[in-house]
T-cell receptor
Framework: GEEVAQTPKHLVRGEGQKAKLYCAPI?????VFWYQQVLKNEFKFLIS????????ETGMPKERFSAKCLPNSPCSLEIQATKLEDSAVYFC?????????????FGAGSRLTVL | KQEVTQIPAALSVPEGENLVLNCSFT??????LQWFRQDPGKGLTSLLL?????REQTSGRLNASLDKSSGRSTLYIAASQPGDSATYLC??????????FGTGTRLKVLA
């Protein structure tokens, strides 16, 4: 499709529970990015993919966070043993390729609340 | 390490005013710069993208300029309307192949 689709819109988890978020990038887009927005405007880069390959994972808290983009499936971001500070809106974005002119398109986000 | 700053952090103007939002970045080796708006509780909507070789881009009442050598971009909004009220973010795409976001400017246009 022509939009980045993220599910679920809202997710509530107790501390220590697992959370899994999904993202379907725009069809044909080769690059997928995950961002975390904790405070009102602060966007923290988590991870990026080039097709199903991890491109850059320098932002991922590796001990609890994992992500995948498998062929013919939505991309996923999973948090094991959630903590209170994981409460945030998680945004997925996709980009066609590597050209300077390629626009980054965002999904509507998934709001995770950890109680 | 690329750092992106936006000034002012918040802005309140009467309807009809022309206004300028500023974005500064520390590393001039960028591929492009993109301006977004974010409405409360929503995702980001792309407004304008300026490639590193370009000086400005225009869309309707919006005009974005880029001065790579000085590490600055401005977003000019002409004849502001209450519907323009939102948070505006700039994001720099550079050699690390990830977008670094600014801190945002919260704009309120009063009717």
């Amino acid at each position: 499709g022509e939009e980045v689709a993220q599910t679920p819109k809202h997710l509530v988890r107790g501390e220590g529970q697992k959370a899994k978020l999904y993202c379907a990038p725009i069809k044909g887009h080769s690059y997928v990015f995950w961002y975390q927005q904790v405070l009102k405007n602060e966007f923290k880069f988590l991870i990026s993919f080039q097709n199903e390959n991890v491109f850059d994972e320098t932002g991922m808290p590796k001990e609890r966070f994992s992500a995948k983009c498998l062929p013919n499936s939505p991309c996923s971001l999973e948090i094991q043993a959630t903590k209170l500070e994981d409460s945030a809106v998680y945004f997925c974005a996709s980009r066609l390729g590597t050209l300077q002119s390629n626009v980054l398109t965002f999904g509507a986000g998934s709001r995770l609340t950890v109680l | 390490k690329q750092e992106v700053t936006q000034i002012p952090a918040a802005l309140s103007v009467p309807e009809g005013e022309n206004l300028v939002l500023n974005c500064s970045f520390t590393d001039s080796a960028i591929y492009n710069l993109q301006w977004f708006r974010q409405d409360p509780g929503k995702g980001l909507t792309s407004l304008l993208l300026i490639q590193s070789s370009q000086r400005e881009q225009t869309s309707g009442r919006l005009n974005a300029s880029l001065d790579k050598s000085s590490g600055r971009s401005t977003l000019y909004i002409a004849a502001s309307q209450p519907g323009d009220s939102a948070t505006y973010l700039c994001a720099v795409f550079s050699g690390t192949y990830k977008y670094i976001f600014g801190t945002g400017t919260r704009l309120k246009v009063l009717a």
